[in-house]
């Protein structure tokens, strides 16, 4: 299976509180994207890290890439209660794909 | 810009019965996706167009499902007959040019089978 796997399936964090998310995939990649759904919603492209970078920032989102390990995690800091929905990462290699998702709320 | 634009929003059949999608990408996006998402799953991709060719069909069930990408913009879902397991959310997206670029989603449109 081409598409990457995210880990862990649901994470409750306090707002405020940095939020870790992980990405596992199979295939060799050319780019990993995160995306977040925010309940009844279409998906909103986050960030899209190409298999040449190792780390990369877009406001409190930090997104970091270990080919040899064919894992990814995203970082968002200082969390807040809109950070409330679904995450989701992709490895499109020919098709675009998905896991199952992470489920983040964030308490106020 | 404008966005990925799909109607209708929510649609209520009962079995047995057929339906329509509708989705208008966003203008010179060549590459278009339908994705079936169930309540609690990721969304599952049902059929990718580039332009108005197929590059993958290989999850969507065709003795019901059909998809057609007339002139390589607009696009439209069938389901005919409906079952139960077809109430889902049908999401719509677009990316310019193929794959390895972002994809824009639409709303969705919520199907419930009765």
């Known amino acids: 299976s081409q598409q990457g796997e995210e880990d862990p399936q649901a994470l409750s964090i306090q707002e405020g509180e940095n939020a870790t998310m992980n990405c596992s995939y199979k295939?060799?990649?050319?780019?990993l994207q995160w995306y977040r759904q925010n309940s009844g919603r279409g998906l909103v492209h986050l960030i899209l890290?190409?298999?040449?970078?190792r780390e990369k920032h877009s406001g409190r989102l930090r997104v970091t890439l270990d080919t040899s390990k064919k894992s990814s995690s995203l970082l968002i800091t200082a969390s807040r209660a809109a950070d409330t929905a679904s995450y989701f990462c992709?490895?499109?290699?020919?098709?675009?794909?998905f896991g199952k998702g992470i489920t983040l709320s964030v308490r106020p | 810009e404008a966005g990925v634009a799909q109607s209708p929003r929510y649609k209520i059949i009962e079995k047995r019965q057929s339906v329509a999608f509708w989705c208008n990408p966003i203008?010179?996006?060549?590459?278009l996706y339908w994705y079936q998402q169930i309540l609690g799953q990721g969304p599952k991709l049902l059929i990718q167009?580039?332009?108005?060719?197929?590059?993958?069909d290989s999850q969507l069930p065709k003795d019901r499902f059909s998809a057609e990408r007339l002139k390589g913009v607009d696009s439209t879902l069938k389901i005919q007959p409906a079952k139960l397991e077809d109430s889902a959310v049908y999401l719509c997206?677009?990316?310019?040019?193929?794959?390895?670029?972002?994809?824009?989603f639409g709303q969705g449109t919520r199907l419930t089978v009765v």
């Open positions: 997206a677009s990316s310019l040019v193929a794959v390895n670029t972002e994809a824009f």
């Open positions: 295939t060799s990649i050319n780019n």
């Open positions: 890290i190409r298999s040449n970078e």
């Open positions: 992709a490895t499109p290699m020919g098709k675009l794909t």
């Open positions: 203008s010179g996006h060549a590459t």
């Open positions: 167009f580039q332009n108005n060719g197929v590059v993958d």
